[in-house]
């Protein structure tokens, strides 16, 4: 059942985030949208929403594990929570500067429109 759940999840959380996508692919009016037809822009817009929607799953995902891991080690042994604490916070901000990169590649890809 709970595998289930986080399957239909995974789709509505893929799908409301990929329908963005639809929103940006209506016709613009700049200079280097001129030259694509409008399923090349469709496809643009549909790929760069759902490069967002999965790069900020993978990185909840992502997330959600070290910070379990990182406090079921300070749960184990609290005087080694400063030891912990830090890395984790690090390996967070890594793990965060990949869902940044994926929205930067989504921005270049919609300018393209």
Wanted: glycine share 12%.
């Amino acid at each position: 059942m709970l595998k289930k759940t986080a399957l239909f999840i995974l789709v509505a959380f893929v799908l409301l985030l990929g329908a963005a996508g639809w929103a940006v692919a209506q016709e613009g009016t700049t200079a280097a949208a001129e030259g694509l037809p409008s399923n090349v822009k469709m496809a643009i817009a549909i790929a760069a929403g759902f490069g967002i929607a999965i790069a900020a799953f993978g990185g909840a995902i992502g997330q959600s594990r070290g910070v379990a891991s990182a406090l079921d080690g300070i749960a184990r042994n609290p005087a080694a929570s400063g030891k912990i604490t830090t890395p984790m916070i690090i390996g967070l901000a890594m793990i965060e500067s990949l869902v940044i990169y994926s929205l930067l590649i989504s921005f270049i890809l919609v300018g393209k429109l």
